[in-house]
């Protein structure tokens, strides 16, 4: 049974830092694409990034230049580093596997079961 946890999640003030890491089991993360995304209330779930099974990266617009997504596949985990942390940032972040290079969330087979961050202003 394949199983993605997310940790890291918290409260935080405007410009501080957070760092999600998403720990797999019941898979090879090296064999999968993985993926952060994050949903606000009442907003629909917004890519923030991917990394592919060679390393490279993808953003979202409004992440560019403060989160970097990175892996560890001796670990089975991936990571997500935020900075300059913004209020709009507030929102449940998932984790997620998958095969195909997109950030469409619909082409994602595994799903965490989200933490929780808040920017305060």
């Known amino acids: 049974q394949v199983q993605l946890v997310e940790s890291g999640g918290g409260l935080v003030q405007a410009g501080g830092s957070l760092r999600l890491s998403c720990t797999a089991s019941?898979?090879?993360?090296?064999?999968?694409?993985m993926a952060w995304f994050r949903q606000a209330p009442g907003k629909e779930r917004e890519f923030v990034a991917f990394?592919?099974?060679?390393?490279?990266?993808s953003y979202g617009d409004s992440v560019k230049g403060r989160f970097t997504i990175s892996r560890d596949n001796a670990k089975n985990t991936a990571y997500l580093q935020m900075n300059s942390l913004k209020p709009e940032d507030t929102a449940v972040y998932y984790c997620?596997?998958?095969?195909?290079?997109?950030?469409?969330?619909?082409?994602?087979?595994?799903w965490g079961q989200g933490t929780q961050v808040t920017v305060s202003s």
């Open positions: 990394v592919a099974q060679s390393g490279a990266t």
């Open positions: 019941g898979l090879t993360l090296g064999n999968w694409r």
């Open positions: 997620s596997a998958g095969r195909i290079p997109t950030s469409n969330a619909k082409n994602y087979s595994y």
